[in-house]
């Protein structure tokens, strides 16, 4: 099978998106606060499940990057353009919200706000992922961890804001 640099181009600026994405909502986060992340994690009191803060940096982009390749593979498929398009608004409406997080969580010191935030893009991550089952299982398949991950968060978000208030 052969594949075009067309292809190649799509797959590319499908995973690029997300990744840049998370980049330019933490860039943002550090100018408005000022400090990085590592600095106002370690300086919050956080629930005794709370993992470190350099596993952030390690979950984020793996996540960015399946998101990337299960929209490629919803963009490539088949099936009709009213079903993909639909499906491709609630990936770019859950990745807007998504870049918000870290915005209002760091950034903004919006504890309750950035909680509230994540259980909306949780939400919208739910039906996202159900339309994407509808055009292709490993589309959907692929943001399994993402969902798991921002449960987590939502957990992770409320108990943060909770021991700061």
Do not use: H
């Not at 596993?55 to 998101?67: A, E, Q, R, V």
Request: aromatic share 16%; charged share 10%.
């Amino acid at each position: 099978m052969i594949i075009s640099v067309k292809e190649i181009k799509k797959f590319l600026i499908c995973v690029a998106i997300p990744l840049l994405t998370g980049f330019l909502s933490s860039m943002i986060a550090v100018l408005l606060s000022q400090t990085s992340f590592q600095i106002q994690y370690a300086q919050l009191i956080k629930p005794d499940f709370a993992p470190s803060a350099g596993l952030f940096s390690i979950i984020w982009p793996i996540l960015y990057i399946l998101m990337g390749i299960s929209a490629y593979i919803i963009r490539s498929s088949n099936k009709s353009t009213q079903k993909i398009n639909d499906a491709i608004f609630l990936y770019y409406l859950q990745l807007a919200l998504n870049f918000l997080w870290s915005i209002l969580f760091f950034g903004l010191d919006l504890k309750f706000v950035a909680f509230v935030e994540s259980v909306i893009l949780t939400l919208v991550l739910i039906i996202m992922i159900y339309r994407f089952y509808k055009i292709d299982k490993t589309a959907a398949i692929l943001n399994i961890p993402y969902i798991i991950w921002m449960v987590f968060v939502i957990f992770l978000s409320y108990f943060i804001w909770v021991l700061n208030k």
